[in-house]
């Protein structure tokens, strides 16, 4: 007889509740407004982690007053972790913008900063395309394992050191729809 693990089973911990994230979108929102108020602003949502945040932000950035004139956004898809629960050292492009981005206000949105791999490689990447302005979002910062110096403009919350899934981020492509962050028992990994 099989055992059967219920997903609910599998989580340790809620470590930033669905409104503890909206707070801090609220936030990077109004950063973001001040920053570029009367001037249109592309944001670039790195997928699949950064599905929501994004979408979220832009939301956000809606109901802030004087923010920018015009807002667009656009997709990349990369990868560096693959099904494990550790970054391969290699970032994979696997979708390019469809816009072009030179002399643009761009905003890379991603879900999360951790080696910085991922991030750097995007900023080396896109700032070769000549955007007037090149700045970076991270919803969830891990500062404590980075391989790579990055720069990152607007940060939301600093998780702990641990594998966090959720709010977009998975576990072999399972949890990216937990409304908050979370942090998985360590037999999922075993
Ligand atoms: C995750 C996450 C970031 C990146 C950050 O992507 O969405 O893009 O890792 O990690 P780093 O700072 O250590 O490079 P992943 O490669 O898991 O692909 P996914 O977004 O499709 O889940």
Not at 4 to 23: G, M, N, P, Q
Not at 31 to 57: C, Q, S, Y
Request: charged content about 20%.
């Amino acid at each position: 007889m099989s055992t059967v693990v219920s997903y609910a089973d599998s989580i340790e911990k809620t470590l930033f509740t669905r409104e503890e994230i909206a707070s801090a979108i609220a936030r990077l929102a109004s950063e973001i407004a001040a920053d570029f108020a009367g001037r249109p602003v592309f944001f670039i949502g790195v997928l699949k982690g950064a599905r929501h945040v994004p979408a979220d932000l832009v939301r956000a950035l809606s109901s802030v007053p004087g923010g920018p004139s015009e807002l667009r956004i656009d997709y990349m898809a990369v990868s560096s972790y693959g099904n494990a629960n550790r970054s391969s050292g290699e970032v994979r492009m696997l979708k390019d913008t469809t816009e072009n981005i030179a002399g643009k206000n761009v905003v890379i949105i991603e879900d999360i900063v951790d080696n910085g791999l991922t991030l750097a490689y995007l900023q080396g990447l896109l700032r070769e395309r000549e955007p007037a302005v090149l700045k970076s979002c991270v919803l969830f910062d891990k500062p404590y394992n980075r391989t790579v110096d990055v720069h990152v403009d607007y940060i939301g919350l600093t998780a702990p050191d641990a594998f966090v899934v959720g709010y977009g981020l998975d576990y072999q492509e399972a949890y990216r729809n937990l409304p908050f962050l979370a942090q998985l028992h360590s037999w999922v990994f075993s």
